[in-house]
């Protein structure tokens, strides 16, 4: 049986928890706290295998009493259940000594599954934070310029019309129907968004687009 000390300052809260988890038959609830004192004080003397612990407490922070809670009940593992949903909260979790972390909003199922996890050593992330904390730490892609954005017929239009050629003469040179080079010349000048052929110029002159044949 894995004994668990829930710290939470919402009674009704801590009231749901206590009947979710004593339901498990591997579960057990053997204490709950509102306040940071009496939930160390609770840590010591019945030392828990699990603490399940809110961050916003009554008289303190539970974020910032991670590390009491380890020199109080050294053998149980803490896993955070808070409505904080910023990967900011779960790096500073996690640096001071939680060994999962879960949000409020999931279900009964996902919670359940989160204490299990920690209490066999494993490390629980909510997966919608595991993915801010992934984009955090992946390289990610360079940045793409808009007219690299284009595709390379759209350029190649663009580039014939800023050099002022007609549709007619851009549709016989790249053999293409005038409808389809006004198509790629609408489609280019949108995702550029400029509205002219001055601007599309401009545009081709500032960023030195145009070099001679």
Do not use: C
């Not at 829930?6 to 801590?14: E, I, K, P, S, W």
């Not at 060994?99 to 359940?112: N, S």
């Not at 007219?147 to 003469?169: I, K, Q």
């Not at 599309?200 to 044949?213: C, E, R």
Request: a neutral charge.
């Amino acid at each position: 049986m894995n004994r668990i000390l829930l710290v939470d300052d919402h009674a009704v809260l801590r009231a749901g928890l206590r009947l979710l988890l004593d339901s498990q038959p591997d579960l057990q609830v053997i204490g709950e706290a509102e306040d940071v004192q009496t939930a160390l004080n609770q840590a010591r003397t019945l030392q828990p295998d699990l603490i399940l612990l809110d961050l916003s407490l009554t008289g303190g922070s539970g974020l910032s009493a991670i590390p009491a809670f380890q020199k109080a009940a050294p053998r149980a593992r803490i896993l955070v259940l808070t409505m904080h949903d910023d990967e900011g909260y779960v790096r500073q979790a996690l640096a001071t000594g939680a060994h999962g972390y879960v949000l409020k909003r999931a279900a009964d199922t996902e919670l359940i599954a989160a204490i299990r996890a920690v209490l066999r050593g494993e490390l629980y992330i909510h997966p919608a934070l595991t993915r801010q904390l992934l984009e955090g730490i992946l390289p990610q892609p360079p940045s793409v310029s808009p007219w690299e954005s284009l595709s390379d017929r759209e350029r190649e239009v663009l580039l014939l019309v800023a050099r002022g050629y007609t549709a007619a003469e851009i549709a016989n040179q790249l053999s293409l129907s005038p409808k389809t080079v006004e198509t790629y010349r609408t489609r280019g000048m949108e995702k550029l968004g400029l509205r002219s052929r001055a601007a599309l110029v401009q545009y081709a002159l500032d960023h030195h687009l145009l070099t001679a044949n």
